[in-house]
């Protein structure tokens, strides 16, 4: 009598778990979904010029819609080696899967902006582009690119479990440590009849140091 009893809860805890993640990939806010990258999807990359510090990206994704015609506000965060990048698919994190979003799409990106390396010594210059694109996984060599620049920052010491670039985004907020969070900018991403996100960076760079140490 026993064996159907545990059949049926083991059925019906598989049938929970399939529906959470059906749900999980129409709405996104997955880790693994933002991180699998489509060939078609629309896509945002963060890349670190700085060649002697380690760039950390916390961001917030803003006024998107998902392919339900819902609202979701996404949380991420980028650790990004010199000279590497991360890229994440936001039609897959949308529900979009392998399709760009849709012409006049905009996502409003909200990003706090940090230096560290492992010597946790002196001061350093950000050097972050940032762009967005479709068709294709790899950037085409047209794609605009779009710096974001702070000068004279402090390098904090980068946390002991950081030895490669990774990025997460879900639909938690993180703990942040804001003590080394010195540059804020608030990016507009609209994509094109081209594919391409189009970035306007509405917070004035001068303003940007003074701002994150507000927030």
């Known amino acids: 009598m026993r064996t159907p009893v545990i059949i049926l809860i083991v059925a019906v805890v598989l049938i929970i778990i399939g529906a959470v993640a059906a749900i999980m990939m129409m709405m996104g806010g997955s880790n693994t979904t933002a991180n699998i990258l489509t060939q078609n999807g629309t896509k945002i990359d963060f890349y670190n010029n700085n060649t002697q510090a380690w760039t950390h990206v916390e961001f917030v994704i803003l006024n998107d819609t998902t392919v339900n015609n819902t609202t979701q506000v996404y949380y991420g965060e980028a650790w990004l080696k010199p000279g590497e990048n991360k890229t994440f698919d936001m039609s897959s994190l949308l529900g ?12 409003r990106i909200d990003t706090w902006t940090g230096l560290f390396n492992p010597n946790n010594s002196g001061n350093g210059n950000l050097n972050l582009t940032v762009r967005g694109w479709s068709n294709g996984t790899t950037p085409p060599t047209s794609d605009p690119l779009y710096n974001l620049t702070s000068l004279n920052m402090p390098i904090g010491p980068l946390p002991s479990n950081v030895t490669s670039t990774w990025g997460t985004i879900s639909m938690t907020a993180p703990n942040v440590n804001t003590t080394y969070t010195n540059a804020f900018n608030e990016l507009l991403f609209t994509e094109d009849s081209n594919g391409n996100l189009i970035v306007n960076i509405t917070t004035p760079g001068g303003l940007s140091q003074t701002i994150a140490e507000l927030v």
């Not at 979009?96 to 996502?107: A, I, K, M």
Request: proline content about 17%; overall charge negative; charged content about 10%.
């Open 96 to 107: 979009y899967n392998d399709t760009p979003l849709p012409v006049g799409s905009v996502l």
